[in-house]
């Protein structure tokens, strides 16, 4: 099992900035490839973007590129989001995931944290 907690949400206005965190446990954390998925109101969850194991490489979706970045600390075992430039529509709740070796599917979950972009 791993369990993981997220922190960093909150409130801002646009173009402002947010870095979220996701603090990992139960697993040994190098092994994870890990991202960063988000829901908006009446939408779809989709991946925001996610990093390797090692974190050598990451992939981001087209509409942060340039704005958000994916990092590791493996020796702390946290993933983090940094969120620069934002925009009243990156307003969701942000999820952290991880996927195990060998699987292509995320299966652990953390509860989310809500970001809101005010215009």
């Known amino acids: 099992q791993v369990q993981l907690v997220e922190s960093g949400g909150g409130l801002v206005q646009a173009g402002d900035s947010l870095r979220l965190s996701c603090a990992a446990s139960?697993?040994?954390?190098?092994?994870?490839?890990m991202g960063w998925w988000r829901q908006a109101p009446g939408k779809e969850r989709e991946r925001v973007a996610s990093i390797d194991q090692s974190g050598s490489t990451s992939y981001s979706v087209d509409s942060v590129k340039g704005r958000f970045t994916i990092s590791r600390d493996n020796a702390k075992n946290t993933v983090y989001l940094q969120m620069n430039n934002l925009k009243p529509e990156d307003t969701a709740v942000y999820y952290c995931?991880?996927?195990?070796?060998?699987?292509?599917?995320?299966?652990?979950w953390g509860q989310g944290t809500r970001v809101t972009v005010s215009s």
């Open positions: 139960g697993r040994t954390f190098s092994d994870l490839t």
């Open positions: 995931a991880a996927m195990r070796p060998r699987f292509v599917t995320y299966d652990y």
